[in-house]
């Protein structure tokens, strides 16, 4: 697997870079989320949280949470207490004036993916959506949740994939390739967020290769669906 990090010119490691980058990006995250997606985002993620209210769960961890919106619909599954980890302040800063309104219910805090700060078997559900591209160490941050996930309990991945049918296949491509990009340095004013984005994708181990990647690190009862011809996907494995 090549590596592809977000400023192609710095020796730090991937971490670092994506820390930096999102913390760069956050005040535009998630206008640009929802303008590049078409909202169609929205959609993908109350399909990913239906999955994850199937255990019912009590305690619920967002790992990658960003600014908060996928925590903030977790809130769909019934979960009584919900804490997002993040590694950028920054996204973190913007969640936090969010998840203000719902009463101490949901916590935002930094932490990593690679290095939870939580007990063994303390949650019943663990969601990630479009982080798990960014870790530095796919097999280790998916280990890490697999730690701190209950037995029996689910995690559910939202993450971008490759479309594979004509004609999508070759529209997503031009749109990633030329337009995302265009629109991430004029809108967000990021050289080179929105290049990182499809690069990222580009390199990611989808489908059947994700569900390996979660059978080596311990999960039972894989899924995959992909979502949009493709363009995204929701994968879920059990402990
Ligand atoms: C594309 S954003 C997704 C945010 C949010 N989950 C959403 O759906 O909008 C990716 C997030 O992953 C975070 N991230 C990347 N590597 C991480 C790690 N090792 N531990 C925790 N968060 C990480 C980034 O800081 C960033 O906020």
Redesign the pocket.
Known sequence: MTRVTPFKDSSAGK?QQ??QM?DQISARYDFM?HFLSLGIDKIWRKKAIALAASVKPGRLL??????G??AIQALETGAKEIIG????EG?LKVGEEKVKRYEGKIKLMR????NLQFADNSFDAII????VR???NLQK?LTEMYRVLRPSGILVVLEFSKPRVFPVKQFYRFYFRYIVPLCGRWLANHQTAYTYLPDSVQEFPEGEAFLTELSQAGYITTTCKPLSFGISSIYSGKK
């Not at 967002?62 to 600014?67: H, I, L, Q, S, W």
């Not at 980890?85 to 950028?88: G, N």
């Not at 990630?128 to 982080?131: I, Q, R, S």
């Open positions: 971490k994506v820390e999102f989320n967002d790992v990658a949470t960003g600014t919106d996928f980890v993040d590694i950028s996204m932490g990593d993916s690679e990630v959506a479009f982080g960014n870790f530095e941050g």
